[in-house]
């Protein structure tokens, strides 16, 4: 593969990733599903703060943020600049 070809794959992944963070997106996280659940739909998580609080952010206007509970499933969710 090309040097070109390969920087462009990963450009163009990475604004794929950023590109999950949409409201379409939060609306499929359901309470008790499982990270990797989650994880299939938004991606990695970004940030994980302390065990079990993951947020996905799209610069600093689109943040979503999910709390799992004790056997690691969705308990609460949130977002901020969805539309």
Do not use: H
Not at 32 to 59: D, K
């Amino acid at each position: 593969m090309s040097r070109r070809l390969w920087i462009a794959c990963v450009l163009l992944s990475l604004g794929c990733q950023a590109d999950r963070v949409t409201l379409a997106n939060f609306e499929k996280i359901k309470p008790g599903m499982t990270r990797a659940e989650v994880e299939a739909i938004l991606g990695p998580a970004r940030q994980n703060y302390q065990q079990g609080i993951l947020t996905w952010s799209s610069g600093e206007q689109r943040l979503i943020t999910v709390i799992l509970d004790d056997r690691g499933r969705v308990d609460k969710l949130d977002m901020e600049g969805l539309r």
